[in-house]
């Protein structure tokens, strides 16, 4: 099914079906496609990248610390006047679906373990740190040359990742799982939010009232 604007308009409960589904997806297949990986062709053990060089609690520390400030800074990009736009754009996305926070806490876990051990695990090792951070961008679809607005954001998003990949290099695979999840819960939070506010009338599946009830 299609609207007039040509874009799938997906029930919002299958929608939201098919983003948990694809959420366990990430988690599973990603990882396991990532520990193969690491398994044949990176010199290291699945085991020493997953535990990696610093302790737990400095993993945790770090990987939440600068998750929530890419994340301001990222809702600090989108949320310009110039990239309505995009906002609005990802914002209809998501806002149909009425992902609730359970659902974004899930999404965001399963994105951040998934997609970390296969990019910043598997695939970092083997091609550097800047490599993967353009990869990892350019397959979220950020960097569009017919895009420019997206692409902003794409350059931001570059430089985070690389971030991250040192973080994975010196701290522990542990600190970029934890800094992606905090980002995708902030963006997924805000762009939810700001989906409902596009489309108020998609927000709960139709269902009868109580006067209707009472008529049957």
Known sequence: MHDNSGQMNIPPESGRKLIL????FTLIGFSLIGLLIINVFVDRSPM??????????????VGASFGLLAALMAHFIISRKWMT?????????????NLNIWDILYVSLCAGIGEEILF???????????FTAVVFVG???????KDARISVYG??????????????????IL????????????????LSKA???????????DRPTVEEQQEQ
């Open 120 to 130: 910043r695990g598997a695939i970092q090792p083997l091609i550097g740190i800047i």
């Open 85 to 97: 736009s995009v906002m609005q754009k990802y914002a209809s996305l998501l806002g149909p679906f």
């Open 139 to 145: 397959l979220h679809g950020y960097l569009n040359p």
């Open 155 to 172: 350059f931001f998003m570059v430089l985070v990742m690389i971030v991250f990949g040192i973080m994975c290099e010196h701290i522990g």
């Open 21 to 24: 589904g694809l959420a366990t």
């Open 175 to 190: 600190s970029t799982i934890i800094a992606h999840t905090v980002i995708d819960i902030y963006l997924l939070i805000i």
């Open 48 to 61: 020493e990248i997953l535990q990696g060089s610093s302790a737990i609690w400095l993993q945790i520390l």
């Open 195 to 205: 989906g409902r506010n596009l489309n108020p009338t998609t927000t709960s599946v």
